[in-house]
């Protein structure tokens, strides 16, 4: 069933979504979105949530990388080994994420990060089972 997804619309969608997720995690550390509806309700600073939000917003880019290159939207020579070793981690880390959000002290984590982390779960899982050569 999950390879009936497209590839590419797989690897085109986490970008898109990642991508806003990033632009979300700016808004926060710009502080335009209130920090206390992130990270499960638990930050209590502003000082603590750059740090957070910082550390959020360097994996967002290394998966977006990892992403691109996997899709040979970045021209980049690294094995697919590690490309894929690196996907299904992100796939467990997503799978985790969506069992945490699920127990979130905000509704906005549980209603709206619940739902995203399972499909970026489930796609990723599609990118990282694509048979090299088969993307094409």
């Known amino acids: 069933m999950i ?4 590839y590419k619309k797989a690897i085109d969608i986490v970008l898109v979504i990642l991508s806003m997720v990033s632009l979300f995690h700016l808004l926060v ?3 335009i979105i209130p920090y206390n509806i992130v990270w499960a309700g638990k930050i209590n ?4 949530m750059r740090v957070f939000e910082f550390f959020s917003l360097s994996i967002n880019t290394v998966i977006i ?3 691109a290159i996997k899709a040979n939207y ?3 020579n690294v094995p697919v080994r590690f490309l894929n070793g690196f996907i299904w981690f992100i796939f467990f ?3 985790l ?3 945490g959000n699920l127990f979130a002290a905000t509704n906005f984590e549980k209603f709206v990060f619940t739902p995203m982390t399972f499909i970026l779960a489930v796609l990723c899982l599609r990118i990282v089972k694509e048979k ?3 993307s094409k």
Request: net charge negative; glycine share 4%; charged share 15%.
């Open 29 to 31: 550390l710009t502080e």
């Open 65 to 67: 990388f990892v992403i």
């Open 93 to 95: 880390l997503f799978s």
């Open 97 to 99: 994420n969506t069992i």
């Open 132 to 134: 090299q050569g088969e």
């Open 3 to 6: 390879s009936q997804i497209p």
């Open 45 to 48: 600073s502003v000082s603590e």
């Open 74 to 76: 970045l021209k980049w």
